[in-house]
């Protein structure tokens, strides 16, 4: 069956649930944002009047009652996750979600559960498999462009650490930040991982030792084929956002990543220069938007997500085995969790 417009709820009325709003309001013909929903009356209000939407509530109840929504885009705080997904599965409503499902395995199984029961369809928002750099570096090592993948290596620094008010929630380190990039290896490698190491120390801010984290990582990973994968993580990046990656195969090299915001490079006496993307919303811009066109065609096709439950479960079971390794100074395996 085949639904020619999808009616689209949106809950979170914050900085992802702006960019996702934004899109489902003006870039997707076959989408319509029908409602808007958040726990803070202003910011759901002022969000549906910027999206020009009719509707506006803080009440989850009024999604999930209306027979008119087909599906729902989650982009609230971590915590509410796993509850939306569930209840949206129970009302027979397909879900978007951002990462991750949720910051615990057993509340992330009981969503995937609720969502399996229900045969509705989950996309978990790993958005860089939609950046056309990332997406042609997969096609390319499928393909076969490089040979067999050998290593591969993925470095992710945000330009400074969080608010303080959002670290004590966010489930540190590897459940936060690292968790895209245990997906994106995991995915470009295209098998999954045997065992974990990890090591962290805190260089940017006392805050994080304070709340038991950590604010730099490196985490070394081998997958099952024997091919190798290190993530390298920082809260700080002075010159702004950084997220590259380099796959090497036994017949060639692939390297991901472009960090100028003007395509433009200022050659002078004193040297060469160019600018730098600063935060993450405008480096993956384009993935945004192209990761909710694929989801709204999966409702309106049926067809599988192309990021499922079970992805987003496999990243966290690899943020779980970091930890592990963090604090054993031993290789774990993701397969215990």
Known sequence: MTVDRVSVALFGAGRIGKRHGRTLAFDIPAA???????????????????????RWTTDPADVFSDPSIDAVVIGTSTNAHASLIAAAASAGKHAFCEKPVALDLESTDTALDAVTKAGTILQIGFQRRFDKGFAKAKQMIDSGAIGKVESIRESMRDP??????????????YRDMTIHCFDCLRWLAGEEVAEVFAMGSNLVDPIFGELGDIDTSVVSMRFESGALGVIDNSRRSAFGYDVRAEVFGSEGAIMIGYSRDTPLLHLSPSGVSSDHVYWFLERFDDAFVAEMHAFIRSVQSGAPPLVT?????????LAYAAEASLKSRTPISPANF
């Open 160 to 173: 400074g650490p969080p608010p303080p008010g959002y670290l004590p929630t966010s489930g540190g380190l």
């Open 309 to 317: 439950g079970a992805d987003g479960r496999a990243a966290m079971a």
């Open 32 to 54: 319509e944002l029908s409602i808007v929903c958040d726990v803070d009356e202003t910011a759901a209000r002022q969000l549906a009047a910027d999206l020009r939407c009719d």
